[in-house]
């Protein structure tokens, strides 16, 4: 199997809000965007690094827990202060895993988690073969 490209569909149980979480709270870059904002049929997707995150529909479904967005920044540490600033709740301080990785958790509005993670220079992921 080719993959061209992937990317992950949320459908929040609030659009609007979710909407400004991600693009205001987070300032993630959209993509695209289609259909009239606050009408029904209204999408976004947003750049998130290597892949991409829509937003579209709407869910009255509470998330499981077994999704988790994982989210590299060059500095956790300053990316936390700039979330805690714009009132984001943390539920996990910067700190330095086994794993190597420097990582950081909070939710969005629909309670999916997100791993906020630096790689350090150092760090195997920085090397592709």
Do not use: C
Request: cysteine-free; glycine content about 10%; overall charge negative.
């Amino acid at each position: 199997m080719e993959i061209l490209s992937s990317r992950v569909l949320l459908h929040p149980r609030d659009f609007a809000v979710s909407l400004r979480f991600y693009r205001e709270t987070l300032g993630l870059a959209v993509f695209r965007e289609w259909g009239a904002e606050g009408e029904p049929g209204h999408g976004v997707v947003f750049f998130t690094g290597g892949g991409y995150l829509e937003l579209s529909n709407h869910s009255d479904e509470v998330p499981t827990g077994k999704l988790e967005l994982w989210l590299q920044v060059p500095t956790v540490d300053a990316t936390h202060d700039e979330l805690v600033a714009a009132g984001v709740t943390i539920d996990e301080a910067p700190v330095d895993k086994p794993w190597g990785l420097r990582e950081m958790r909070l939710r969005d509005p629909d309670g999916v988690q997100i791993v906020i993670v630096q790689v350090p220079d150092t760090h195997p992921l920085r090397y592709r073969p």
